[in-house]
Structures are given as structure tokens and as C-alpha cells.
């Protein structure tokens, strides 16, 4: 298993795994988000090889700060092929969005995850992450009618 940066080779297997996370996709919307993402120089994807088959990917957005020097990272997705998971993929991502957000200057980096998901927060949690609702909210405008921030 290794971590390499995600390639427009990886369109079906993206489309599979955004499915897996409850965001279904066709092969020709992945492969224009996938061109957005490849051509943003504050993002990178990150993707879980496995003998030649993509198992997971963590999607990485760094931002500068205004308030203080420095960036955060923010993870924008991760998911982990559900015959994958267990075995360690999603640290390996986490880890891999770490120090790729380190390397840039980054203060932290963030993720939210939908309030149902409560094996995903355990995970998290156990990589070091804090549950910061006592110090931060979210507030969503929405700008499309199309789009649901919940399930972000």
C-alpha cells in the first residue's frame, strides 16, 4: 500500500468511492471536479494504492490566514473503499494530508464530518483530532439550491 498524488486515470474508481460515501456521481462529473482540483495549486488529492487499485483518497485544501501568519489545511473528503476499511488506509491518508499541510505552513488542519457519522468522529478522534463545537460553529449560506451542506 502506498500514497500517491490522484491522476484523471483514477475517474471510475473516484466515481466508486464517492458513491461509498453517500455521493453519487457520474464519471463525467468526477472528471470535471477532478480537472478543478488538479489545476488548484492549494489543493492536493491524495490517493491509496493498493497493488494498482485505488482504495482511498483524502482531498486536501490549504487557505491562508488573515488573523494570524501562518495556513490551515482543511480536509475537503476522505473516504476508504468499504472492503478496504479497517486495515489502516485512512490513517495513511490522514497521515499523508498531515504532513503535506505541514509542509505548507499550516496551523492545524480541520474536518468536518456529518453529525450521523459517528464511527467517523471515533476515528478521528483517535488520530488526535478534538472536537472543537465548544470553540467554533458552522454557518452555511447556501448558494446553489442544488447543494446540501449537511452532507458536508
Excluded: N
Excluded at 17 to 42: C, I, K, M, N
Aim: hydrophobic fraction near 45%; glycine fraction near 10%.
Amino acid at each position: 500500500m502506498h500514497i500517491r498524488p490522484i491522476h484523471q486515470g483514477d475517474v471510475a474508481r473516484l466515481a466508486v468511492l464517492l458513491e461509498q460515501l453517500g455521493f453519487p456521481s457520474t464519471e463525467r462529473d468526477v472528471r470535471h471536479r477532478l480537472d478543478y482540483w488538479l489545476g488548484d495549486r492549494a489543493g492536493a488529492l491524495l490517493g491509496a494504492d493498493d497493488d494498482g487499485v485505488l482504495v482511498g483518497v483524502a482531498a486536501l485544501h490549504v487557505t491562508p490566514l488573515l488573523e494570524v501568519t501562518g495556513k490551515f489545511g482543511r480536509l475537503a473528503a476522505l473516504v476508504v473503499d468499504e472492503a478496504s476499511r479497517g486495515r489502516g488506509v485512512g490513517r495513511l491518508l490522514i497521515r499523508a494530508a498531515e504532513e503535506r499541510a505541514r509542509a505548507a505552513g499550516c496551523l492545524f488542519l480541520e474536518v468536518t464530518s456529518s453529525s450521523h457519522r459517528h464511527p467517523a468522529h471515533l476515528f478521528y478522534e483517535s488520530l488526535g483530532f478534538t472536537d472543537s463545537r465548544e470553540d467554533w460553529r458552522r454557518f452555511v449560506l447556501k448558494l446553489d439550491e442544488a447543494a446540501d451542506p449537511r452532507a458536508r
